[in-house]
Protein backbone atom coordinates (compact mmCIF):
# COMPACT_ATOMS: atom_id res chain seq x y z
CA UNK A 1 0.00 0.00 0.00
CA UNK A 2 1.60 3.39 -0.89
CA UNK A 3 1.75 5.84 1.79
CA UNK A 4 2.47 9.54 1.84
CA UNK A 5 3.70 11.40 4.80
CA UNK A 6 3.18 14.92 5.13
CA UNK A 7 4.93 18.19 7.47
CA UNK A 8 2.74 20.46 9.34
CA UNK A 9 2.64 23.79 7.94
CA UNK A 10 5.13 23.25 4.86
CA UNK A 11 8.06 22.24 6.94
CA UNK A 12 9.55 19.03 5.51
CA UNK A 13 12.49 16.70 6.15
CA UNK A 14 13.12 13.70 4.65
CA UNK A 15 12.73 10.55 6.30
CA UNK A 16 12.58 6.91 4.44
CA UNK A 17 10.15 7.15 1.74
CA UNK A 18 8.40 10.05 2.29
CA UNK A 19 8.34 12.97 4.76
CA UNK A 20 7.26 13.35 8.08
CA UNK A 21 4.45 15.35 9.92
CA UNK A 22 4.92 16.86 13.10
CA UNK A 23 4.55 13.22 15.49
CA UNK A 24 4.75 11.47 13.07
CA UNK A 25 1.19 11.43 11.36
CA UNK A 26 0.33 9.37 8.72
CA UNK A 27 -1.81 10.93 5.93
CA UNK A 28 -3.20 8.71 2.93
CA UNK A 29 -1.58 9.13 -0.60
CA UNK A 30 -3.57 10.86 -2.79
CA UNK A 31 -4.79 7.85 -5.05
CA UNK A 32 -5.97 6.38 -1.85
CA UNK A 33 -9.07 6.19 -0.32
CA UNK A 34 -10.66 8.95 0.75
CA UNK A 35 -9.23 10.78 -2.07
CA UNK A 36 -8.88 8.31 -4.63
CA UNK A 37 -7.82 10.78 -7.57
CA UNK A 38 -7.70 8.86 -10.09
CA UNK A 39 -10.75 7.57 -9.85
CA UNK A 40 -12.73 10.59 -9.54
CA UNK A 41 -14.50 12.35 -13.14
CA UNK A 42 -12.27 15.85 -13.02
CA UNK A 43 -14.40 19.22 -12.88
CA UNK A 44 -11.89 21.59 -13.44
CA UNK A 45 -12.89 24.61 -16.05
CA UNK A 46 -11.10 23.54 -18.45
CA UNK A 47 -11.90 20.03 -18.58
CA UNK A 48 -15.55 21.13 -19.04
CA UNK A 49 -14.13 23.17 -22.28
CA UNK A 50 -12.21 19.96 -23.14
CA UNK A 51 -15.18 18.41 -25.74
CA UNK A 52 -15.49 21.42 -27.52
CA UNK A 53 -12.10 21.61 -28.11
CA UNK A 54 -11.29 18.53 -29.42
CA UNK A 55 -14.98 18.37 -31.50
CA UNK A 56 -14.13 21.73 -33.13
CA UNK A 57 -16.87 23.45 -31.94
CA UNK A 58 -14.27 25.74 -30.01
CA UNK A 59 -12.80 26.91 -32.95
CA UNK A 60 -8.83 27.69 -32.78
CA UNK A 61 -6.61 29.25 -35.15
CA UNK A 62 -4.61 26.58 -36.83
CA UNK A 63 -2.53 28.96 -39.26
CA UNK A 64 0.75 27.74 -37.13
CA UNK A 65 1.55 27.62 -33.53
CA UNK A 66 2.36 31.04 -32.26
CA UNK A 67 -1.53 31.92 -33.69
CA UNK A 68 -2.96 28.42 -32.20
CA UNK A 69 -1.57 28.94 -28.60
CA UNK A 70 -2.68 33.17 -28.89
CA UNK A 71 -6.48 31.84 -29.94
CA UNK A 72 -6.45 28.89 -27.07
CA UNK A 73 -5.38 31.83 -24.23
CA UNK A 74 -7.97 34.06 -25.53
CA UNK A 75 -10.64 30.79 -25.19
CA UNK A 76 -9.33 29.96 -21.57
CA UNK A 77 -9.60 33.63 -20.56
CA UNK A 78 -5.96 34.01 -19.89
CA UNK A 79 -3.72 37.02 -20.91
CA UNK A 80 -0.78 36.46 -23.12
CA UNK A 81 0.82 39.31 -20.83
CA UNK A 82 0.96 36.51 -18.35
CA UNK A 83 3.66 34.96 -20.13
CA UNK A 84 6.95 33.91 -18.18
CA UNK A 85 9.91 31.84 -19.81
CA UNK A 86 11.85 29.27 -18.09
CA UNK A 87 14.67 28.03 -19.61
CA UNK A 88 15.49 25.14 -17.11
CA UNK A 89 14.91 22.23 -18.18
CA UNK A 90 11.45 21.07 -16.75
CA UNK A 91 7.99 19.59 -17.62
CA UNK A 92 7.28 16.39 -19.35
CA UNK A 93 9.40 17.94 -22.60
CA UNK A 94 13.09 18.84 -21.06
CA UNK A 95 14.26 17.97 -23.88
CA UNK A 96 13.05 20.88 -25.85
CA UNK A 97 13.66 23.26 -23.36
CA UNK A 98 17.16 25.29 -23.39
CA UNK A 99 18.41 28.66 -22.87
CA UNK A 100 17.80 28.50 -26.48
CA UNK A 101 14.20 27.71 -26.42
CA UNK A 102 12.52 28.84 -23.33
CA UNK A 103 9.32 27.11 -22.02
CA UNK A 104 6.76 29.95 -21.90
CA UNK A 105 4.26 29.75 -19.13
CA UNK A 106 0.51 31.79 -19.10
CA UNK A 107 -2.34 31.28 -15.81
CA UNK A 108 -5.13 33.03 -14.60
CA UNK A 109 -6.63 32.13 -11.36
CA UNK A 110 -7.77 28.45 -12.58
CA UNK A 111 -5.88 27.27 -15.63
CA UNK A 112 -2.55 27.36 -16.48
CA UNK A 113 -0.96 27.33 -20.03
CA UNK A 114 2.44 25.96 -20.55
CA UNK A 115 4.06 26.09 -24.35
CA UNK A 116 7.59 25.41 -25.90
CA UNK A 117 8.24 26.52 -29.35
CA UNK A 118 8.47 22.83 -31.52
CA UNK A 119 6.54 21.40 -28.48
CA UNK A 120 3.05 20.11 -27.53
CA UNK A 121 0.90 22.47 -25.12
CA UNK A 122 0.53 21.60 -21.39
CA UNK A 123 -2.50 22.47 -19.11
CA UNK A 124 -3.45 22.31 -15.95
CA UNK A 125 -6.89 23.12 -13.98
CA UNK A 126 -7.67 23.23 -10.55
CA UNK A 127 -10.28 20.98 -9.80
CA UNK A 128 -12.35 22.49 -6.30
CA UNK A 129 -11.87 18.88 -4.67
CA UNK A 130 -9.27 17.54 -6.49
CA UNK A 131 -6.60 19.98 -7.35
CA UNK A 132 -4.22 20.05 -10.49
CA UNK A 133 -5.71 18.16 -13.72
CA UNK A 134 -2.93 17.76 -16.27
CA UNK A 135 -3.38 17.74 -19.86
CA UNK A 136 -0.90 17.28 -22.88
CA UNK A 137 -1.25 17.78 -26.44
CA UNK A 138 -0.23 18.33 -30.00
CA UNK A 139 -0.45 21.67 -31.61
CA UNK A 140 -2.86 20.45 -34.70
CA UNK A 141 -1.35 21.76 -38.24
CA UNK A 142 -2.73 24.14 -40.53
CA UNK A 143 -6.05 22.12 -42.05
CA UNK A 144 -5.74 19.43 -39.65
CA UNK A 145 -8.57 18.42 -37.52
CA UNK A 146 -8.64 19.38 -33.89
CA UNK A 147 -6.18 17.68 -31.85
CA UNK A 148 -6.94 14.36 -28.78
CA UNK A 149 -6.48 16.20 -25.74
CA UNK A 150 -4.75 13.38 -22.97
CA UNK A 151 -4.85 13.45 -19.33
CA UNK A 152 -1.44 13.37 -18.42
CA UNK A 153 -1.32 11.56 -15.03
CA UNK A 154 2.45 10.83 -15.32
CA UNK A 155 3.21 14.69 -14.17
CA UNK A 156 1.87 13.77 -10.77
CA UNK A 157 5.47 12.23 -9.94
CA UNK A 158 6.26 15.90 -9.69
CA UNK A 159 3.13 17.76 -9.24
CA UNK A 160 1.90 15.59 -6.39
CA UNK A 161 5.42 15.01 -5.15
CA UNK A 162 6.53 15.57 -1.33
CA UNK A 163 8.15 18.92 -2.12
CA UNK A 164 4.81 20.77 -2.71
CA UNK A 165 2.82 18.71 0.11
CA UNK A 166 1.99 15.73 -1.65
CA UNK A 167 -1.37 16.85 -3.17
CA UNK A 168 -1.66 17.42 -6.41
CA UNK A 169 -0.67 20.67 -6.73
CA UNK A 170 1.67 23.47 -9.17
CA UNK A 171 5.53 23.45 -9.13
CA UNK A 172 7.84 26.16 -9.53
CA UNK A 173 11.51 26.27 -8.73
CA UNK A 174 14.76 28.38 -8.49
CA UNK A 175 17.76 26.94 -10.23
CA UNK A 176 21.09 28.08 -11.81
CA UNK A 177 20.60 26.67 -15.23
CA UNK A 178 23.83 25.56 -17.51
CA UNK A 179 24.65 26.35 -20.81
CA UNK A 180 22.04 23.76 -21.93
CA UNK A 181 19.45 24.23 -19.90
CA UNK A 182 20.54 21.65 -16.54
CA UNK A 183 20.50 22.24 -13.26
CA UNK A 184 23.55 22.96 -11.37
CA UNK A 185 22.59 24.36 -8.51
CA UNK A 186 18.84 24.81 -6.61
CA UNK A 187 17.45 26.98 -4.36
CA UNK A 188 14.16 27.09 -2.24
CA UNK A 189 13.11 23.37 -2.40
CA UNK A 190 9.75 22.80 -1.38
CA UNK A 191 8.85 26.53 -0.99
CA UNK A 192 6.46 28.24 -3.03
CA UNK A 193 4.70 31.88 -2.46
CA UNK A 194 5.03 35.46 -2.17
CA UNK A 195 7.13 34.83 1.31
CA UNK A 196 9.86 33.13 -0.66
CA UNK A 197 12.40 35.97 0.08
CA UNK A 198 13.66 37.42 -3.31
CA UNK A 199 17.11 36.80 -3.30
CA UNK A 200 15.86 32.56 -3.36
CA UNK A 201 13.57 33.27 -6.65
CA UNK A 202 14.00 33.36 -10.53
CA UNK A 203 16.77 30.80 -10.93
CA UNK A 204 16.40 29.85 -14.42
CA UNK A 205 13.50 32.07 -15.46
CA UNK A 206 13.73 35.29 -17.77
CA UNK A 207 12.43 38.65 -15.68
CA UNK A 208 11.48 41.83 -17.72
CA UNK A 209 10.68 45.08 -16.82
CA UNK A 210 11.95 47.68 -13.71
CA UNK A 211 11.94 46.35 -10.57
CA UNK A 212 14.68 47.46 -8.57
CA UNK A 213 15.29 43.86 -7.31
CA UNK A 214 18.98 43.82 -7.16
CA UNK A 215 19.84 40.24 -5.65
CA UNK A 216 18.10 37.18 -7.66
CA UNK A 217 19.12 34.45 -9.87
CA UNK A 218 17.21 35.60 -12.93
CA UNK A 219 18.20 35.89 -16.30
CA UNK A 220 21.78 34.14 -15.47
CA UNK A 221 23.12 30.40 -16.31
CA UNK A 222 26.12 29.26 -15.18
CA UNK A 223 29.21 26.69 -14.97
CA UNK A 224 30.58 24.58 -12.60
CA UNK A 225 34.64 24.17 -11.97
CA UNK A 226 37.39 23.43 -9.74
CA UNK A 227 37.00 27.20 -8.46
CA UNK A 228 33.11 26.81 -7.89
CA UNK A 229 29.64 28.39 -9.34
CA UNK A 230 30.17 30.85 -12.13
CA UNK A 231 27.16 33.21 -13.18
CA UNK A 232 26.46 33.83 -16.66
CA UNK A 233 24.10 36.99 -17.69
CA UNK A 234 22.05 35.73 -20.17
CA UNK A 235 19.40 38.67 -21.43
CA UNK A 236 16.21 38.16 -22.64
CA UNK A 237 16.40 37.27 -26.28
CA UNK A 238 19.70 37.22 -26.22
CA UNK A 239 20.09 33.47 -26.91
CA UNK A 240 16.38 33.45 -28.92
CA UNK A 241 13.92 35.90 -31.25
CA UNK A 242 11.39 37.53 -28.48
CA UNK A 243 8.38 37.47 -31.51
CA UNK A 244 9.20 33.31 -31.33
CA UNK A 245 6.25 34.30 -28.52
CA UNK A 246 3.27 35.72 -28.24
CA UNK A 247 4.77 39.31 -26.38
CA UNK A 248 8.28 40.00 -25.51
CA UNK A 249 8.06 39.69 -22.07
CA UNK A 250 8.46 37.74 -18.82
CA UNK A 251 7.28 40.82 -16.68
CA UNK A 252 8.09 41.03 -13.27
CA UNK A 253 4.29 41.74 -12.25
CA UNK A 254 3.98 38.26 -14.09
CA UNK A 255 6.50 36.82 -12.18
CA UNK A 256 5.05 37.84 -8.45
CA UNK A 257 1.55 37.04 -9.11
CA UNK A 258 2.60 33.78 -10.63
CA UNK A 259 4.24 33.17 -6.83
CA UNK A 260 1.45 33.96 -5.24
CA UNK A 261 -1.02 31.78 -6.83
CA UNK A 262 1.42 28.64 -6.88
CA UNK A 263 1.91 29.38 -3.18
CA UNK A 264 -2.10 29.81 -2.87
CA UNK A 265 -2.70 26.46 -4.74
CA UNK A 266 -0.58 24.50 -3.18
CA UNK A 267 -1.58 25.44 0.53
CA UNK A 268 -5.15 25.19 -0.05
CA UNK A 269 -4.90 21.86 -1.84
CA UNK A 270 -2.74 19.93 0.66
CA UNK A 271 -4.56 21.38 3.06
CA UNK A 272 -8.32 20.16 1.54
CA UNK A 273 -6.71 16.68 1.32
CA UNK A 274 -5.23 16.55 4.33
CA UNK A 275 -8.55 17.91 6.01
CA UNK A 276 -10.65 15.53 4.21
CA UNK A 277 -8.43 12.76 5.08
CA UNK A 278 -8.57 13.44 8.88
CA UNK A 279 -12.56 14.40 8.43
CA UNK A 280 -13.01 10.93 7.06
CA UNK A 281 -11.04 9.15 9.81
CA UNK A 282 -8.69 7.71 7.62
CA UNK A 283 -5.85 9.16 10.26
CA UNK A 284 -5.75 7.12 13.41
CA UNK A 285 -3.56 9.24 15.16
CA UNK A 286 -6.25 12.22 14.35
CA UNK A 287 -8.81 11.05 16.29
CA UNK A 288 -12.16 12.59 16.79
CA UNK A 289 -11.32 14.76 19.93
CA UNK A 290 -8.15 15.79 18.16
CA UNK A 291 -9.67 16.99 15.14
CA UNK A 292 -10.90 20.68 16.07
CA UNK A 293 -7.56 21.96 16.81
CA UNK A 294 -5.96 20.11 13.42
CA UNK A 295 -8.48 22.13 11.39
CA UNK A 296 -8.20 25.23 13.73
CA UNK A 297 -4.60 25.07 13.04
CA UNK A 298 -4.59 24.19 9.36
CA UNK A 299 -6.99 27.29 8.92
CA UNK A 300 -4.62 29.60 10.77
CA UNK A 301 -1.87 28.72 8.43
CA UNK A 302 -4.46 29.71 5.36
CA UNK A 303 -5.87 32.98 6.62
CA UNK A 304 -1.86 33.82 7.79
CA UNK A 305 -1.32 32.79 3.37
CA UNK A 306 -4.66 34.93 2.64
CA UNK A 307 -3.70 37.92 4.08
CA UNK A 308 -0.13 38.13 3.22
CA UNK A 309 1.38 37.76 6.84
CA UNK A 310 4.91 37.21 5.61
CA UNK A 311 5.12 38.95 2.07
CA UNK A 312 9.00 39.20 1.54
CA UNK A 313 9.53 42.87 1.61
CA UNK A 314 9.52 45.00 -1.60
CA UNK A 315 12.61 46.94 -3.04
CA UNK A 316 13.15 50.80 -1.67
CA UNK A 317 11.62 51.90 -5.02
CA UNK A 318 9.10 49.42 -5.38
CA UNK A 319 8.52 47.05 -8.98
CA UNK A 320 6.74 48.49 -12.28
CA UNK A 321 4.14 46.01 -13.63
CA UNK A 322 3.50 45.98 -17.54
CA UNK A 323 0.35 48.31 -17.75
CA UNK A 324 -1.08 45.99 -20.53
CA UNK A 325 -0.73 43.09 -18.07
CA UNK A 326 -2.33 46.00 -15.22
CA UNK A 327 -5.27 46.28 -17.42
CA UNK A 328 -6.19 42.55 -18.09
CA UNK A 329 -5.25 41.51 -14.17
CA UNK A 330 -7.92 44.38 -13.77
CA UNK A 331 -10.74 43.04 -16.04
CA UNK A 332 -12.70 40.66 -13.44
CA UNK A 333 -11.92 43.01 -10.44
CA UNK A 334 -14.90 42.20 -8.14
CA UNK A 335 -15.16 45.57 -6.15
CA UNK A 336 -17.23 46.85 -3.28
CA UNK A 337 -19.80 50.35 -3.08
CA UNK A 338 -16.34 52.56 -2.34
CA UNK A 339 -14.68 51.06 -6.15
CA UNK A 340 -12.04 49.14 -4.20
CA UNK A 341 -10.84 45.65 -5.01
CA UNK A 342 -8.59 42.80 -3.89
CA UNK A 343 -6.68 43.40 -6.91
CA UNK A 344 -5.78 46.80 -6.89
CA UNK A 345 -2.43 46.84 -6.92
CA UNK A 346 -0.02 48.60 -5.00
CA UNK A 347 3.79 47.87 -6.13
CA UNK A 348 5.64 50.08 -4.11
CA UNK A 349 5.92 48.63 -0.54
CA UNK A 350 3.90 45.56 -1.37
CA UNK A 351 2.16 43.63 -4.11
CA UNK A 352 -1.35 44.63 -3.69
CA UNK A 353 -3.10 48.01 -1.48
CA UNK A 354 -5.54 45.69 0.21
CA UNK A 355 -3.66 42.45 1.94
CA UNK A 356 -6.37 39.73 1.30
CA UNK A 357 -5.87 37.32 -1.41
CA UNK A 358 -8.09 37.66 -4.66
CA UNK A 359 -7.50 34.27 -5.15
CA UNK A 360 -10.30 33.68 -2.19
CA UNK A 361 -12.45 33.75 -5.86
CA UNK A 362 -10.80 30.39 -6.61
CA UNK A 363 -11.99 27.32 -7.70
CA UNK A 364 -9.19 25.51 -5.48
CA UNK A 365 -10.39 28.48 -2.13
CA UNK A 366 -14.49 27.09 -2.99
CA UNK A 367 -13.27 23.32 -2.43
CA UNK A 368 -12.51 23.33 0.83
CA UNK A 369 -14.08 21.04 2.95
CA UNK A 370 -16.96 23.27 4.79
CA UNK A 371 -15.68 22.46 8.53
CA UNK A 372 -12.21 23.89 7.17
CA UNK A 373 -13.90 26.83 5.19
CA UNK A 374 -15.99 27.95 8.05
CA UNK A 375 -12.98 27.73 10.11
CA UNK A 376 -11.20 30.26 7.67
CA UNK A 377 -14.10 32.64 7.49
CA UNK A 378 -14.48 32.65 11.52
CA UNK A 379 -10.66 33.42 11.78
CA UNK A 380 -10.88 36.07 9.01
CA UNK A 381 -13.53 37.69 10.73
CA UNK A 382 -11.89 38.08 13.96
CA UNK A 383 -8.32 39.09 12.45
CA UNK A 384 -10.45 41.78 10.29
CA UNK A 385 -12.02 43.04 13.62
CA UNK A 386 -11.63 46.46 14.11
CA UNK A 387 -11.17 45.47 18.22
CA UNK A 388 -8.61 42.76 17.00
CA UNK A 389 -5.20 43.40 18.78
CA UNK A 390 -3.42 40.43 17.06
CA UNK A 391 0.50 40.90 17.11
CA UNK A 392 0.67 37.96 14.09
CA UNK A 393 -1.69 40.67 12.28
CA UNK A 394 -0.42 44.17 14.15
CA UNK A 395 0.82 45.11 10.44
CA UNK A 396 -2.90 45.73 8.60
CA UNK A 397 -4.17 49.29 10.18
CA UNK A 398 -7.50 49.58 11.17
CA UNK A 399 -8.51 51.33 7.87
CA UNK A 400 -7.45 48.65 5.76
CA UNK A 401 -9.64 45.98 7.86
CA UNK A 402 -12.38 47.89 7.60
CA UNK A 403 -11.89 48.18 3.93
CA UNK A 404 -11.24 44.09 3.06
CA UNK A 405 -13.94 43.03 5.40
CA UNK A 406 -16.50 45.60 3.16
CA UNK A 407 -15.23 44.15 -0.07
CA UNK A 408 -15.48 40.52 1.42
CA UNK A 409 -18.96 40.88 2.57
CA UNK A 410 -20.07 42.21 -0.78
CA UNK A 411 -18.30 40.28 -3.43
CA UNK A 412 -17.62 36.98 -1.60
CA UNK A 413 -20.24 34.43 -1.79
CA UNK A 414 -20.90 31.65 0.75
CA UNK A 415 -19.72 33.67 3.60
CA UNK A 416 -21.57 32.93 7.18
CA UNK A 417 -24.89 34.93 7.51
CA UNK A 418 -24.06 36.55 10.28
CA UNK A 419 -20.26 37.61 9.07
Known amino acids: MQKLFYLLFFTYICFGNGLVYGGDVEFPHFKEPPHEYLKRTPNDRFTKLKADIETGKVRLDHTNPKAY ?39 NED ?17 PKWGAITYIFEIPRPKSPPPLIQRATRCMNCHASGEIGGAPGLLVSSVVPGPGGGSLDAFRQGKSGHDVPFHERFGGWHVTGRHGITKHWGNLTGTLSSAGLKTIPNKPGQRFPLDRYPVPTSDILAHLLLEHQVGFVNRVVSATYRARAV ?56 QNKMGFS ?39 EQVLSTEANSTDFAYLPISEKRTIRSILSETLSGLPKDW
Open 111 to 127: IYVGWVPGGKIEVIGID
Open 279 to 334: LAGAVPSIGDSDAPTFLDREANSLVRYLLFADEAKFPVAGVDGDPLLQKDFSKNRR
Open 342 to 380: LKDLDLSTRLFRFRCSYMIYSDSFSGLPLELKTRVFHQL
Open 69 to 107: LISLLQTLGISPFTQTLVFSTTSLQLSRISPENPRAIYF
